[in-house]
């Protein structure tokens, strides 16, 4: 038996998330199809992050288990002449029996894209969020760095989560400004349920003058996810990177 790891990339907006679903296609089911396909095993592939409809991936983290004798960094080239154009595998290597890609991981780094212009996009749809206020980009650059260190994320967590802790630790948080686009990155060693978009879009509300920067120290005393405004929209967010 060995174990396979591949790194993804893939459009968010073509899917209903990562996760098997019953009555919609994933990212995970068009890849255990592909793989069936190929190696003509059954086999249902772990991921890195359970990625919701409309969340992309540039780096998204997999392994299945196989006894197909196919050279490792074979696999790429040949999953991906059976993959739809909505995902590809970058690369395909050997892994640890042990390896998981969730379990395994020390951290991700996560990208939020924001096009700030009184228009839409074309080109930008289902690619970065479309906001049209004018933003204090100084104050949401300020609320960026209150992110970073060891806090208490409860406020940052939505509901329907499994998670029984709220302490993570954020290594990096910090936005950089491109013309009309603004760019959120964001490391941590371990991100809740939507805690990318919750946090994205209190700074934005932030930025239209709804809150103070201040906001983010609040709802780490509080835990409150009334304290924060709205949850920025799926289709801005990338999972760039995963951390072993």
Not at 5 to 19: F, M, N, P, R, V
Not at 179 to 190: A, F, P, R, S
Not at 218 to 237: I, K, S, Y
Request: aromatic share 12%; with cysteine.
């Amino acid at each position: 038996m060995r174990n396979i790891k591949l790194i993804l990339e893939y459009d968010g907006s073509k899917y209903h998330g990562w996760q098997y679903q019953d009555n919609a296609w994933t990212v995970q089911q068009e890849l255990a199809e592909a793989i069936r396909k190929l190696t003509g095993e059954t086999v249902m592939p772990d991921g890195a992050g359970r990625t919701d409809a409309g969340v992309h991936a540039l780096g998204q983290v997999a392994c299945f288990k196989t006894q197909s004798n196919i050279p490792a960094e074979k696999f790429a080239l040949a999953l991906n002449s059976l993959l739809s154009p909505g995902v590809c595998v970058l690369r395909s290597e050997e892994a640890p029996l042990d390896f998981h890609p969730r379990f395994s991981a020390k951290g991700k780094h996560y990208r939020y894209l924001i096009l700030n212009r009184k228009q839409r996009s074309p080109l930008w749809e289902n690619r970065a969020w479309h906001v049209r206020d004018e933003l204090d980009l100084e104050a949401m650059a300020k609320a960026a760095s209150y992110l970073e260190g060891t806090h208490y994320f409860r406020a940052f967590c939505a509901s329907g989560h499994q998670n029984k802790t709220f302490e993570r630790t954020i290594t990096h948080s910090a936005w950089t400004f491109q013309g009309e686009i603004l760019c959120y990155d964001t490391k941590g060693n371990g991100f809740l349920y939507n805690m990318v978009r919750i946090m994205t879009g209190a700074m934005v509300d932030i930025g239209r003058g709804r809150y103070a920067p201040e906001v983010i120290l609040e709802a780490f005393e509080t835990g409150d996810r009334n304290t924060l405004g709205m949850t920025a929209p799926a289709m801005g967010l990338y999972l760039v990177e995963v951390f072993y």
